[in-house]
């Protein structure tokens, strides 16, 4: 892939104040274009200066969805130099996710050497304060321009960058989640396992509803029975349960295979803990809970890196986890992760991915 290189000459002032970055808000100088159809498969690779896009009315993803997504970031270590956590991961599960709604899949090594060109363009950017990083955001989505739905014939890939702070206003202290009783997120068959916009639409009003009642996500049932429990709505959920961390499987893909949680259950049982990926009941969560066995309770994910839950909602019924307070297994999963990230620690797992 050759890629064309158009800097601004109109660059953005910097964020002056990283304290106040917020998630997502604001963005940097450029973004990388990648266009497709189906007569020249991938081509006119490009880094461009921001701005807005212009796309046909009738184009696909706004009438049927055809849209995926990937969350990844780059940290700013001591010694001044950038790097990201582990996109090749963020490449194959874009791949996985494109495969699932009929999008064109870009290749591993473009999705990669993109993210990477485009951070090293940017590489100013990228925040020097604890906790603040550029959270990267690919996208890929169907650009026919036509209202009849049928197999695609043109696509666009693009990747957006934001220096960002903590995902949650309230940083690393603890989140309060509500178990979601009504709408569903998944069914097996479905695309739960994809980062597709479209979970993101169907778990909306849901979202809405829990932050009214003023918490922050909720968690998800399984969508058949809804007795087991799935994820949160940016995030993987892990539970320590009795002494043994205890985590939903993937294995019905209707839960998304976040990175995060795929790196702490290897540093989980690296460090020796009894993990277990299975379906845990609402039943037995609660029976746990009421006998004082979930110890922990945390959620993993890009955006969200290990946010320990301090709040529990199940059936209307509010349970306090570990006091409300930070426990030592996430502490641990917390400062371990960042500590590769931000370059503090050895990356022993090699995910670190350098940004020349
Ligand atoms: N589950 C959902 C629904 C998400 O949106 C995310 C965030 O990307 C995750 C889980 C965590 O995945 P990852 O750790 O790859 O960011
Ligand atoms: C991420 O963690 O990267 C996500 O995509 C979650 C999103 C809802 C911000």
């Keep these: 892939m050759e890629i064309k290189i158009t800097k601004t000459t109109t660059p953005a002032a910097k964020p002056a104040d990283e304290s106040k970055l917020g998630f997502g808000k604001c ?14 498969g991938w081509h006119d690779a490009r880094i461009v200066p921001f701005g807005n896009i212009s796309l046909h009315p009738a184009s696909t993803v706004f009438h049927y969805a055809l849209e995926v997504f990937e969350g990844l970031k780059a940290y700013r270590t001591a010694d001044g130099s950038v790097q990201l956590f582990r996109p090749i991961e963020n490449a194959k599960r874009m791949a996985d996710s494109a495969e699932r709604i009929g ?8 999705f990669v050497e993109a993210v990477k060109t485009l951070i090293s363009v940017d590489k100013d950017w ?10 990267i ?7 026919d321009a036509s209202v009849g739905l049928h197999t695609l014939h043109s696509a666009q890939f693009i990747i957006i960058v934001a220096p960002s702070g903590a995902y949650y206003a309230n940083g690393i202290n603890p989140v309060d989640i509500m178990i979601e009783t009504h709408d569903v997120r998944a069914v097996r068959g479905g695309t739960g396992y994809t980062k597709c916009g479209g979970n993101y ?6 979202t809405v509803e829990a932050e009214k009642k003023g ?36 294995a019905e893909k209707t839960v998304l295979p976040g990175i995060t949680r795929k790196s702490m259950l290897e540093v989980l049982r690296d460090k020796g803990f009894k993990v277990e990926e299975r379906k845990i009941s609402v039943q037995e969560l609660t029976e746990a809970v009421k006998a004082g066995k979930v110890e922990e309770a ?12 301090g709040k ?9 986890i570990n006091g409300g307070k930070i426990g030592e297994t996430t502490q641990m999963l917390y400062d371990t992760l960042t500590g590769i990230q931000w370059g503090k620690i050895e990356d022993k797992y090699g995910w670190i991915v350098p940004v020349d």
């Design 312 to 320: 529990l909602q199940i059936e209307g019924v509010d349970y306090i």
């Design 298 to 309: 945390w959620g993993t994910g890009t955006a969200a890196v290990v946010s320990p839950v």
């Design 215 to 250: 918490f922050s996500q909720v968690l998800w049932l399984d969508g058949v029975e809804q007795k087991y429990i799935e994820e949160v709505g940016a995030m993987n959920i892990m539970f320590k349960i009795d002494g043994t961390v205890v985590t939903p499987s993937i």
């Design 201 to 206: 639409a169907a778990a909306q009003r849901a």
């Design 103 to 110: 999008l064109p899949v870009v290749p591993v090594d473009d």
């Design 27 to 40: 963005f940097t100088d450029h973004m990388f274009i990648y266009d497709w159809n189906d007569k020249d």
């Design 137 to 143: 955001r690919p996208f890929l989505f169907g650009t």
């Design 126 to 135: 990228c925040p020097y304060s604890d906790g603040c990083s550029l959270y």
